[in-house]
């Protein structure tokens, strides 16, 4: 089954948070895992994002697209990076996540449909 693993943090209050040590581990943890992943043929997709603080969020004002300066107005963290894994099950998955979750501190796991639900 396919899965989306999304990793949340912020680039900028990493940065200012923690020490140079740490993100280097950190950088190398991300490197093993895709590794890992690919070894296993369990990754299909992986991508790293910019700071949230580069994002735009668009939404309807009148019926007409607005953007805005994004994520969220009262977030801190966004999604910084995700992984789209096909896994045996949803225990493997939620194995994977407890490893991500050591360096973002909110990993958000969600199955990924083969196509729009049935009615």
Excluded: H
């Excluded at 209050?13 to 190398?28: F, L, Q, S, V």
């Excluded at 790293?48 to 977030?75: C, I, M, W, Y």
Aim: aromatic share 8%; net charge negative; hydrophobic share 45%.
């Amino acid at each position: 089954m396919k899965y989306m693993i999304a990793m949340f943090g912020s680039a900028s209050e990493m940065g200012a948070t923690k020490t140079p040590e740490w993100i280097n581990e950190m950088i190398a943890f991300m490197i093993d895992i895709d590794v890992r992943l690919r070894a296993s043929g369990e990754m299909v997709y992986n991508e790293g994002l910019a700071d949230g603080s580069q994002a735009k969020v668009v939404r309807l004002e009148n019926g007409q697209p607005v953007a805005t300066d994004g994520p969220f107005a009262e977030a801190k963290e966004s999604i910084i990076g995700f992984w789209i894994v096909d896994v045996a099950s949803e225990e493997r998955a939620l194995e994977i996540c407890g490893e991500i979750v050591q360096w973002s501190e909110v990993v958000e796991l969600r199955p990924v449909p083969a196509g729009p639900p049935v009615q």
